[in-house]
Every structure is written in C-alpha cells, then in structure tokens.
C-alpha cells in the first residue's frame, strides 16, 4: 500500500467551534438561553447571567432579555427569585396553558342553548379571607355578584365573584345580561394569576341553586386574576355534577 503521508496537525490549541451569530428580539434571546442549557453550558440549578449582563453580550435592551427569561420562566424552565437571580430549574417541568373559558361559549360548544340569572349584586366590604386572597386591605369595597349559568334551561354552574369596581366603566355594564365572566375576558386583560381545582361537598346553599342534594360532590374552581399589581378578581366556580375540564400542555 502507498505511504500516505502524515496529517499536518497544528501546534495552536484545538480549534473552537465558531461563534454563534449574535440574537435579535426575544424571542431569539429565549432560543439561545435554551440552547446554553440543552448543550449544558448553563447546568440545572445553576445562576445564570444577570439581565445586565445578557444584555450587554447580547447588544439589546435588558427589557428583551427581561421578556426572554420571564417566558421561560413562566415554562418552568429558569427559575427567578427576587434578589437571588435566576437560575435554571433543577427539575424543569413543561407546564400546562390555561385560558380563562367564557362560559357561554363552553355551553354553546357542547351544542346546548345558553342562559344566565343573576341572583345577586351589591357593593360589599371584601371578606378577610377575599381581601387576603386579591392582597387587598379588609373591607375593600368591592362588587359581589352571584350568577347562575344554564345550559338547556338546567343549572351548569354557580359562579360568586368578587369584582374591583375600579375596573368598570360608567355606566357599568349589565351584568344581568352578559356574565361578569365574558365581560372581563372581552374587556380587562390580566397579566398574572392563580388558580386551584378541588372536589367538595355542595353546600346547602349551593346545592339550592343548583337544585342537587345537599353534600353532592361538585367541581370547584376558585380564580383570582391582577394586571400588573392592581386586582381584578376573584371567583368561585362550583360546576354542577358531569362537567369536565379539558386543556392542552
């Protein structure tokens, strides 16, 4: 066989990989910070640059690194923490997006016919656990309604909702004709907010507007919604029995 001859092998230090094109725009920024932690540059549970810093690398403003890592955040993916930094999370979690439905449409959507009674309205002092839950003073005023949601003419869902009045506009809308719950979704955006599912026992009350036996089991969500530090809202909805929820992840 021919004597090949020998490869020329530099005596610099080995070549590095050329560097990656800078990014532009968020969402650009959010696929580079992904990529430093596919590739395992930024390691689980490890502080990653400050805003800053990122945005001087970058060449961009720190509201578009801010808007980059707060998305990857709310995906589970960086955690961030007030005077600690971010980080990358040790156990990411991909998490689920949860609109908030108007009920209208959900009872249309299964083909029923749709209607509402509004029970109750009043300006009322926000009950403690309320005023805790919005992070609001005791006895805020806020607006108290209680609706009843049909489908086909038979109770689908018991809705009470504390409303800030702030919000509304004047006149204030008809809440006897439309849903506190459409009206908001069409009208006020929130930019945060909290949500839990639970199984209980319907209460007498509840269970007299829905017309079931008192202790049937129902599923409750209870909601509260801010734009940016001001209160929206918050509800309790009690579905009556056979309803099911369904989303995407």
């Not at 005596?11 to 590095?16: D, F, G, L, N, T």
């Not at 990014?23 to 580079?32: D, L, S, V, Y």
């Not at 509004?118 to 009322?124: G, M, N, P, T, V």
Request: proline share 10%; hydrophobic share 45%; charged share 20%.
């Amino acid at each position: 066989m021919p004597d090949w001859p020998a490869p020329v092998v530099a005596a610099s230090s080995p070549a590095k990989p050329l560097p990656r094109p800078a990014p532009q725009g968020w969402e650009a920024i959010r696929a580079e910070v992904l990529h430093r932690i596919h590739a395992r540059l930024w390691l689980p549970g490890a502080t990653i640059p400050t805003e800053e810093a990122l945005a001087q690398e970058f060449g961009c403003a720190r509201a578009t690194v801010n808007r980059a890592l707060r998305d990857l955040a709310e995906a589970g993916v960086l955690e961030r923490r007030r005077k600690a930094g971010t980080r990358v999370a040790l156990h990411p979690v991909r998490r689920a997006t949860l609109d908030i439905p108007v009920t209208r449409r959900e009872v249309e959507g299964r083909g029923q016919s749709y209607g509402l009674h509004l029970l109750e309205q009043a300006l009322l002092p926000a009950p403690v656990p309320v005023a805790a839950q919005l992070g609001l003073a005791p006895a805020t005023p806020l607006l108290h309604l209680c609706t009843l949601h049909l489908a086909d003419g038979r109770p689908f869902l018991y809705e009470v909702r504390w409303l800030n009045p702030a919000l509304l506009p004047d006149p204030a809308p008809d809440f006897a004709a439309i849903s506190a719950n459409e009206w908001l979704v069409g009208h006020v955006p929130y930019t945060t907010g909290d949500i839990a599912f639970s199984a209980a026992n319907a209460t007498a009350h509840e269970a007299e507007v829905l017309g079931l036996a008192p202790g049937t089991a129902l599923f409750i969500t209870e909601r509260c919604t801010w734009s940016g530090d001001r209160a929206i809202t918050a509800v309790r909805l009690a579905y009556a029995p056979g309803y099911r929820l369904h989303t995407m992840v």
